[in-house]
């Protein structure tokens, strides 16, 4: 082989391979393509799961918050109850034991 001929090989090997790993690193990008899109849907449904179970939870302290008002008005009706019969037992108590009636 000339010296000529030995260079066009090296030109003629390194063209090839400059196209094989032209080739390669497209294959791979479009695999990266397509394993993103997958990663990306799964993450989305992944957080739409979460988001749907913060609703829940939400929906849930609502409710809790709900009990907490009803029961709290039911203690404010009882506390008013309670002040009533204590006032009246003083009432009571003070008239049994001869004491002057403030009320």
Do not use: K
């Amino acid at each position: 082989m000339s010296d000529a001929q030995t260079w066009t090989t090296i030109g003629g090997m390194f063209t090839f391979m400059l196209a094989f790993v032209a080739l390669l690193v497209r294959m791979f990008g479009q695999n990266l393509d397509v394993r993103f899109d997958a990663l990306t849907a799964v993450m989305t449904a992944g957080f739409e799961q979460v988001d749907a179970r913060f609703e829940q939870v939400d929906r849930r302290f609502e409710q809790v918050d709900r009990r907490f008002d009803q029961v709290e008005r039911r203690l404010d009706r009882i506390e008013g109850r309670v002040d009533a019969l204590d006032r009246d037992v003083t009432v009571i108590t003070r008239r049994l034991m001869g004491g002057p009636d403030t009320a």
